[in-house]
């Protein structure tokens, strides 16, 4: 089992920045994939990016170019650096690590608010 804690989050003006943090409670190393999901108001929870356990990320077509994931296994952390964000970039932002065939964990989720 592993507990994930969100921070980060908060309000910031469309074209400005925000890094997000992930803090595992154990070792991330054997997880195979971190990742980061959004869920705007009266919109279904969709990924961000996602990263693997050998460094490998995607994106949602959406973030490309303006969204980095980063995952620190010595920290047991994973990041999520937004720039240039957009008024459509507000939601809550979920950390999520999967490890099939184990059921996924989910963080409580950090509040993005994008707007001027």
């Known amino acids: 089992q592993v507990q994930l804690v969100e921070s980060g989050g908060g309000l910031v003006q469309p074209g400005g920045s925000l890094r997000l943090s992930c803090a595992a409670s154990?070792?991330?190393?054997?997880?195979?994939?971190m990742g980061w999901y959004r869920q705007a108001p009266g919109k279904q929870r969709e990924l961000v990016a996602g990263i693997t356990s050998l460094g490998i990320t995607n994106y949602a077509d959406s973030v490309k170019g303006r969204f980095t994931i980063s995952r620190d296994n010595a920290e047991n952390t994973v990041y999520l650096q937004m720039n240039s964000l957009k008024p459509e970039d507000t939601a809550i932002y979920y950390c999520n690590a999967r490890n099939r065939p184990l059921p996924d964990y989910w963080g409580q989720g950090t509040q993005v608010t994008v707007s001027s």
């Open positions: 154990r070792s991330i190393f054997s997880i195979s994939v």
